[in-house]
């Protein structure tokens, strides 16, 4: 399988917390970077956590940094973002991607990631909305 399959989202008020998931079973072996995009309405999307599988090292956009937490379940098989804290500004559509091909590890998933590169590159799942009021 190549395409992830992502879950959970939803709304939750400010200080509240939320768990989204990710099936990803056709990666399981090799190197390759997995994780999380947000988008918001004419907005681009930008990258918010992101795993290297070669090594399990994560990383995240500093928006997220130390409320947000990725991580995979023992069969590698799920993806999980466990998003604590969140804000009125964590609201967007977020989406569950995998970057085409094998990488060279942590150091290429972290560029990968937060630098722009197009949506082109990416598998995607079909995106879930998380809502956060105030």
Request: charged share 20%; hydrophobic share 30%.
């Amino acid at each position: 399988q190549v395409q992830p399959v992502g879950s959970g989202g939803g709304s939750v008020q400010a200080g509240g917390s939320l768990r989204l998931s990710c099936a990803v079973p056709g990666y399981r072996h090799g190197s390759w970077c997995l994780g999380w995009f947000r988008q918001g309405e004419g907005n681009e999307r930008a990258g918010v956590a992101v795993i290297s599988t070669a090594d399990d090292a994560t990383d995240y956009a500093d928006s997220v940094k130390g409320r947000f937490t990725l991580s995979r379940d023992n069969d590698k098989t799920t993806l999980y973002l466990e998003m604590n804290k969140l804000e009125p500004e964590d609201t967007d559509m977020y989406y569950c991607a995998v970057l085409k091909g094998m990488s060279e590890g942590s150091r290429e998933c972290r560029q990968r990631w937060f630098t722009g590169l197009g949506p082109q590159y990416f598998y995607w799942d079909q995106g879930t909305q998380v809502t956060v009021s105030s």
